[in-house]
Protein backbone atom coordinates (compact mmCIF):
# COMPACT_ATOMS: atom_id res chain seq x y z
CA UNK A 1 0.00 0.00 0.00
CA UNK A 2 1.59 3.53 -1.03
CA UNK A 3 1.65 6.35 1.35
CA UNK A 4 -1.01 8.42 -0.45
CA UNK A 5 -3.40 5.05 -0.07
CA UNK A 6 -2.44 5.12 3.21
CA UNK A 7 -3.74 8.42 4.14
CA UNK A 8 -6.33 8.22 2.32
CA UNK A 9 -7.43 5.07 3.67
CA UNK A 10 -6.79 6.74 7.18
CA UNK A 11 -8.85 9.81 6.24
CA UNK A 12 -11.95 7.35 5.39
CA UNK A 13 -11.63 5.34 8.14
CA UNK A 14 -11.94 8.82 10.43
CA UNK A 15 -14.80 9.77 8.88
CA UNK A 16 -16.64 6.39 9.47
CA UNK A 17 -15.63 6.85 13.08
CA UNK A 18 -17.09 10.46 13.45
CA UNK A 19 -19.72 10.68 16.44
CA UNK A 20 -23.15 11.07 14.55
CA UNK A 21 -23.66 14.52 16.62
CA UNK A 22 -20.43 15.77 14.26
CA UNK A 23 -21.85 15.06 10.65
CA UNK A 24 -24.25 18.18 9.41
CA UNK A 25 -25.72 17.82 6.09
CA UNK A 26 -28.52 19.20 3.71
CA UNK A 27 -31.29 16.99 4.89
CA UNK A 28 -30.60 17.79 8.68
CA UNK A 29 -30.51 21.46 7.92
CA UNK A 30 -34.38 20.81 5.96
CA UNK A 31 -35.26 19.49 9.33
CA UNK A 32 -34.10 21.84 11.30
CA UNK A 33 -35.78 24.52 9.04
CA UNK A 34 -39.15 22.93 9.17
CA UNK A 35 -38.90 22.33 12.59
CA UNK A 36 -38.58 26.28 13.04
CA UNK A 37 -41.25 27.06 10.92
CA UNK A 38 -43.80 25.12 12.81
CA UNK A 39 -42.45 26.18 15.89
CA UNK A 40 -42.71 29.91 14.70
CA UNK A 41 -46.05 29.70 12.79
CA UNK A 42 -48.11 32.04 14.37
CA UNK A 43 -45.87 34.98 14.33
CA UNK A 44 -44.76 33.85 10.45
CA UNK A 45 -48.48 33.82 9.47
CA UNK A 46 -49.22 37.27 11.23
CA UNK A 47 -46.12 38.69 9.07
CA UNK A 48 -47.50 37.23 6.11
CA UNK A 49 -51.03 38.72 6.68
CA UNK A 50 -49.28 42.09 6.90
CA UNK A 51 -50.76 44.26 4.38
CA UNK A 52 -46.84 45.38 2.92
CA UNK A 53 -46.09 41.46 2.73
CA UNK A 54 -49.18 40.88 1.03
CA UNK A 55 -48.30 43.49 -1.78
CA UNK A 56 -44.90 42.40 -1.72
CA UNK A 57 -45.54 38.75 -2.67
CA UNK A 58 -48.76 40.50 -5.34
CA UNK A 59 -46.01 41.83 -7.12
CA UNK A 60 -43.23 39.28 -6.80
CA UNK A 61 -45.26 36.62 -8.13
CA UNK A 62 -46.76 38.90 -10.33
CA UNK A 63 -43.18 39.86 -12.43
CA UNK A 64 -42.10 35.93 -12.17
CA UNK A 65 -45.39 34.57 -13.58
CA UNK A 66 -45.38 37.33 -16.37
CA UNK A 67 -42.14 36.39 -17.25
CA UNK A 68 -41.27 33.08 -16.93
CA UNK A 69 -43.15 31.78 -19.70
CA UNK A 70 -41.39 33.82 -22.19
CA UNK A 71 -37.99 33.43 -20.53
CA UNK A 72 -38.84 29.75 -21.02
CA UNK A 73 -39.63 30.74 -24.87
CA UNK A 74 -35.98 32.35 -25.10
CA UNK A 75 -34.44 29.72 -23.72
CA UNK A 76 -35.69 27.23 -26.05
CA UNK A 77 -34.83 29.21 -28.87
CA UNK A 78 -31.69 30.09 -27.78
CA UNK A 79 -31.28 26.36 -27.94
CA UNK A 80 -32.88 25.78 -31.13
CA UNK A 81 -29.37 28.22 -32.06
CA UNK A 82 -27.08 26.70 -30.50
CA UNK A 83 -28.20 23.32 -31.56
CA UNK A 84 -29.43 23.44 -35.08
CA UNK A 85 -28.10 26.78 -36.29
CA UNK A 86 -24.96 26.95 -38.43
CA UNK A 87 -22.68 29.72 -37.36
CA UNK A 88 -22.48 30.39 -41.33
CA UNK A 89 -26.25 31.02 -41.36
CA UNK A 90 -25.35 34.21 -39.00
CA UNK A 91 -22.84 35.34 -41.97
CA UNK A 92 -24.86 34.98 -44.65
CA UNK A 93 -28.28 36.90 -42.84
CA UNK A 94 -26.55 39.42 -41.76
CA UNK A 95 -24.60 42.18 -43.56
CA UNK A 96 -20.45 41.84 -43.41
CA UNK A 97 -20.29 45.66 -42.06
CA UNK A 98 -21.19 45.87 -38.17
CA UNK A 99 -22.72 49.52 -39.35
CA UNK A 100 -25.71 48.00 -41.50
CA UNK A 101 -25.74 44.69 -38.98
CA UNK A 102 -27.06 46.73 -36.39
CA UNK A 103 -30.34 47.77 -37.70
CA UNK A 104 -30.96 44.40 -39.88
CA UNK A 105 -30.51 42.89 -36.41
CA UNK A 106 -32.73 45.82 -34.56
CA UNK A 107 -35.57 45.05 -37.22
CA UNK A 108 -35.20 41.31 -36.62
CA UNK A 109 -36.49 41.82 -33.66
CA UNK A 110 -39.71 42.43 -34.45
CA UNK A 111 -40.34 38.84 -35.41
CA UNK A 112 -39.84 37.30 -31.97
CA UNK A 113 -43.45 37.17 -30.38
CA UNK A 114 -41.67 37.46 -26.51
CA UNK A 115 -40.33 39.94 -24.01
CA UNK A 116 -37.01 40.97 -22.67
CA UNK A 117 -36.79 38.11 -20.40
CA UNK A 118 -36.72 36.01 -23.71
CA UNK A 119 -34.59 38.13 -25.75
CA UNK A 120 -31.43 38.27 -23.19
CA UNK A 121 -30.69 34.49 -23.51
CA UNK A 122 -30.92 34.70 -27.34
CA UNK A 123 -28.75 37.60 -27.59
CA UNK A 124 -26.27 35.56 -25.34
CA UNK A 125 -26.64 32.92 -27.78
CA UNK A 126 -25.63 34.91 -31.17
CA UNK A 127 -22.63 36.14 -29.61
CA UNK A 128 -21.61 32.51 -28.82
CA UNK A 129 -22.50 32.03 -32.55
CA UNK A 130 -20.39 35.09 -33.87
CA UNK A 131 -22.87 37.56 -34.39
CA UNK A 132 -20.93 41.40 -34.05
CA UNK A 133 -22.28 42.53 -30.34
CA UNK A 134 -22.98 45.34 -31.31
CA UNK A 135 -25.72 43.75 -33.75
CA UNK A 136 -26.52 41.07 -30.66
CA UNK A 137 -27.22 44.36 -28.52
CA UNK A 138 -29.61 46.04 -31.17
CA UNK A 139 -31.61 42.82 -31.24
CA UNK A 140 -31.76 42.90 -27.48
CA UNK A 141 -32.64 46.33 -26.74
CA UNK A 142 -35.44 45.84 -29.67
CA UNK A 143 -37.06 42.75 -29.60
CA UNK A 144 -39.04 43.13 -26.17
CA UNK A 145 -40.67 46.44 -28.10
CA UNK A 146 -41.12 46.05 -31.54
CA UNK A 147 -42.75 42.95 -31.75
CA UNK A 148 -46.15 42.25 -33.38
CA UNK A 149 -47.73 40.83 -29.52
CA UNK A 150 -46.35 44.01 -27.74
CA UNK A 151 -47.64 46.15 -30.24
CA UNK A 152 -50.95 44.94 -30.79
CA UNK A 153 -51.21 45.43 -26.89
CA UNK A 154 -50.37 48.99 -27.43
CA UNK A 155 -52.75 49.29 -29.68
CA UNK A 156 -55.44 47.41 -27.28
CA UNK A 157 -54.36 49.75 -24.49
CA UNK A 158 -54.68 52.70 -26.68
CA UNK A 159 -57.45 52.41 -28.71
CA UNK A 160 -58.25 56.42 -28.66
CA UNK A 161 -54.39 57.42 -29.54
CA UNK A 162 -52.98 54.61 -32.07
CA UNK A 163 -50.36 56.77 -32.77
CA UNK A 164 -48.60 55.10 -29.29
CA UNK A 165 -48.20 51.92 -31.61
CA UNK A 166 -45.98 54.62 -33.81
CA UNK A 167 -44.43 56.55 -31.42
CA UNK A 168 -43.41 52.91 -29.46
CA UNK A 169 -42.31 51.15 -32.32
CA UNK A 170 -40.22 53.92 -33.70
CA UNK A 171 -38.38 55.59 -30.25
CA UNK A 172 -37.38 51.70 -29.38
CA UNK A 173 -35.85 51.01 -32.92
CA UNK A 174 -34.07 54.48 -32.70
CA UNK A 175 -32.75 53.40 -29.43
CA UNK A 176 -31.74 49.79 -30.16
CA UNK A 177 -29.59 51.26 -33.63
CA UNK A 178 -28.34 54.31 -31.50
CA UNK A 179 -26.94 51.83 -28.76
CA UNK A 180 -25.43 49.52 -31.27
CA UNK A 181 -24.07 52.12 -33.05
CA UNK A 182 -22.46 53.51 -30.09
CA UNK A 183 -21.28 50.17 -28.63
CA UNK A 184 -19.63 49.15 -32.27
CA UNK A 185 -17.88 52.79 -31.77
CA UNK A 186 -16.86 52.89 -27.99
CA UNK A 187 -17.24 49.31 -26.68
CA UNK A 188 -14.55 46.91 -25.93
CA UNK A 189 -14.15 43.16 -26.30
CA UNK A 190 -12.88 42.27 -22.92
CA UNK A 191 -16.09 44.88 -21.07
CA UNK A 192 -18.73 41.70 -22.61
CA UNK A 193 -18.01 38.56 -21.03
CA UNK A 194 -18.27 35.77 -23.25
CA UNK A 195 -21.68 34.24 -22.18
CA UNK A 196 -21.20 31.33 -20.28
CA UNK A 197 -22.38 27.69 -21.87
CA UNK A 198 -22.04 24.03 -20.86
CA UNK A 199 -19.53 21.80 -23.95
CA UNK A 200 -21.91 19.99 -26.20
CA UNK A 201 -19.51 18.83 -28.22
CA UNK A 202 -19.72 14.54 -28.60
CA UNK A 203 -23.76 15.07 -27.83
CA UNK A 204 -26.46 14.51 -30.11
CA UNK A 205 -28.77 16.96 -31.31
CA UNK A 206 -31.28 15.65 -28.66
CA UNK A 207 -29.12 15.42 -25.63
CA UNK A 208 -27.48 19.17 -26.45
CA UNK A 209 -30.90 20.42 -26.99
CA UNK A 210 -31.82 19.23 -23.58
CA UNK A 211 -28.80 20.28 -21.70
CA UNK A 212 -28.16 23.98 -23.03
CA UNK A 213 -32.06 24.44 -22.26
CA UNK A 214 -30.75 23.38 -18.67
CA UNK A 215 -28.40 25.75 -18.29
CA UNK A 216 -30.10 28.74 -19.44
CA UNK A 217 -33.46 28.24 -17.49
CA UNK A 218 -31.21 27.72 -13.83
CA UNK A 219 -28.76 30.15 -14.87
CA UNK A 220 -31.10 32.80 -15.94
CA UNK A 221 -34.16 32.16 -13.21
CA UNK A 222 -32.10 32.21 -10.89
CA UNK A 223 -31.69 36.01 -11.53
CA UNK A 224 -34.76 36.11 -12.28
CA UNK A 225 -35.95 35.58 -9.39
CA UNK A 226 -33.37 38.27 -7.09
CA UNK A 227 -34.83 41.08 -9.90
CA UNK A 228 -38.37 40.01 -9.11
CA UNK A 229 -37.64 40.07 -5.42
CA UNK A 230 -36.20 43.60 -5.71
CA UNK A 231 -38.84 45.51 -7.62
CA UNK A 232 -41.87 44.32 -5.17
CA UNK A 233 -39.57 45.71 -2.19
CA UNK A 234 -39.25 48.29 -3.86
CA UNK A 235 -42.74 48.66 -5.11
CA UNK A 236 -43.86 48.22 -1.76
CA UNK A 237 -42.32 51.12 -0.71
CA UNK A 238 -43.02 54.00 -2.53
CA UNK A 239 -45.97 55.73 -1.64
CA UNK A 240 -48.59 56.43 -4.54
CA UNK A 241 -48.92 59.89 -3.44
CA UNK A 242 -45.58 60.70 -5.21
CA UNK A 243 -46.95 60.14 -8.82
CA UNK A 244 -49.62 62.64 -7.99
CA UNK A 245 -47.15 65.16 -7.46
CA UNK A 246 -44.46 64.26 -10.01
CA UNK A 247 -47.21 64.25 -12.71
CA UNK A 248 -47.81 68.35 -12.53
CA UNK A 249 -44.14 68.83 -14.21
CA UNK A 250 -43.51 67.82 -17.91
CA UNK A 251 -39.86 66.83 -17.42
CA UNK A 252 -40.44 65.50 -13.76
CA UNK A 253 -43.23 63.20 -15.32
CA UNK A 254 -40.98 61.92 -17.77
CA UNK A 255 -38.44 60.81 -15.82
CA UNK A 256 -40.75 59.84 -12.96
CA UNK A 257 -42.15 56.96 -15.10
CA UNK A 258 -38.44 56.11 -16.34
CA UNK A 259 -37.70 55.22 -12.74
CA UNK A 260 -40.63 53.61 -12.48
CA UNK A 261 -40.33 51.45 -15.02
CA UNK A 262 -37.27 50.21 -13.69
CA UNK A 263 -38.77 49.37 -10.81
CA UNK A 264 -41.83 47.63 -11.39
CA UNK A 265 -40.16 44.90 -14.05
CA UNK A 266 -43.21 44.31 -15.81
CA UNK A 267 -43.19 42.50 -18.62
CA UNK A 268 -43.27 43.84 -22.24
CA UNK A 269 -46.81 42.20 -22.98
CA UNK A 270 -48.51 43.86 -20.01
CA UNK A 271 -47.06 47.28 -19.58
CA UNK A 272 -49.28 49.13 -22.23
CA UNK A 273 -52.03 48.54 -20.06
CA UNK A 274 -50.45 49.75 -16.82
CA UNK A 275 -49.19 52.65 -19.17
CA UNK A 276 -52.60 53.56 -19.97
CA UNK A 277 -53.63 53.12 -16.62
CA UNK A 278 -51.95 56.20 -15.46
CA UNK A 279 -53.71 58.68 -16.95
CA UNK A 280 -52.93 61.43 -14.89
CA UNK A 281 -49.78 61.45 -17.36
CA UNK A 282 -49.02 63.15 -20.42
CA UNK A 283 -48.83 60.34 -23.19
CA UNK A 284 -45.20 61.53 -23.56
CA UNK A 285 -44.66 60.49 -20.13
CA UNK A 286 -46.10 57.08 -20.36
CA UNK A 287 -44.15 56.36 -24.03
CA UNK A 288 -40.93 56.70 -21.96
CA UNK A 289 -42.17 54.22 -19.14
CA UNK A 290 -42.86 51.75 -22.26
CA UNK A 291 -39.44 52.30 -24.05
CA UNK A 292 -37.42 52.57 -20.89
CA UNK A 293 -39.19 49.32 -19.29
CA UNK A 294 -38.65 46.58 -21.85
CA UNK A 295 -34.58 47.62 -22.22
CA UNK A 296 -33.89 48.20 -18.64
CA UNK A 297 -35.17 47.40 -15.48
CA UNK A 298 -34.45 45.59 -12.28
CA UNK A 299 -34.28 41.65 -13.83
CA UNK A 300 -33.02 42.68 -16.72
CA UNK A 301 -30.07 44.16 -15.17
CA UNK A 302 -29.63 41.08 -13.07
CA UNK A 303 -30.07 39.13 -16.18
CA UNK A 304 -28.08 40.98 -18.37
CA UNK A 305 -25.15 40.69 -15.70
CA UNK A 306 -25.78 36.70 -15.08
CA UNK A 307 -24.99 36.38 -19.37
CA UNK A 308 -22.70 39.08 -20.32
CA UNK A 309 -20.63 40.14 -17.09
CA UNK A 310 -21.42 42.83 -14.14
CA UNK A 311 -18.62 45.19 -15.97
CA UNK A 312 -21.14 44.97 -19.30
CA UNK A 313 -24.39 45.60 -16.93
CA UNK A 314 -22.90 48.43 -15.31
CA UNK A 315 -21.86 50.57 -18.36
CA UNK A 316 -24.69 49.33 -20.61
CA UNK A 317 -27.98 50.04 -18.36
CA UNK A 318 -26.90 53.75 -17.48
CA UNK A 319 -26.25 54.72 -21.32
CA UNK A 320 -29.68 52.58 -22.25
CA UNK A 321 -31.48 54.36 -19.70
CA UNK A 322 -30.77 57.94 -20.50
CA UNK A 323 -30.62 57.47 -24.43
CA UNK A 324 -34.19 55.44 -23.92
CA UNK A 325 -35.44 58.86 -22.21
CA UNK A 326 -33.82 61.68 -24.65
CA UNK A 327 -35.84 59.87 -27.46
CA UNK A 328 -38.89 59.10 -25.67
CA UNK A 329 -39.35 62.72 -24.84
CA UNK A 330 -38.33 63.57 -28.42
CA UNK A 331 -40.77 61.20 -30.58
CA UNK A 332 -43.28 62.32 -28.24
CA UNK A 333 -42.80 65.72 -28.82
CA UNK A 334 -42.83 64.99 -32.70
CA UNK A 335 -45.43 62.37 -32.59
CA UNK A 336 -47.91 62.92 -30.22
Known amino acids: MTATESAATRTRRGKELDPPGRQFNSS ?8 LGVALQGPIRRALSAPVMQSWMTVFVAVVVQALPFLVLGVLLSAVIAVFVPPSFFTRALPRRTALAVPAAGMAGAVLPG ?15 GVPPAAALAFLLSAPAINPIVLTATAVAFPGN ?12 LVACAMGWLWQRLGRADWVRQPAHPSLDGLGKGAAFWASVRHDVLHAGGFLVVGAMAAATLKSVVPAAWLQAAAGSPV ?5 LAVLAVLLSICSEADAFVAASLSQFSLTARLAFLVVGP ?4 KL ?6 TFGRGFALRFAPVTF ?8 LVGAVVL
Open 301 to 306: FAMQTA
Open 295 to 298: MIDL
Open 322 to 329: VLAVLMSA
Open 115 to 129: CECASVPVAGSLVRR
Open 162 to 173: PEMVLARFAASL
Open 252 to 256: VSILA
Open 28 to 35: LVLTMLLL
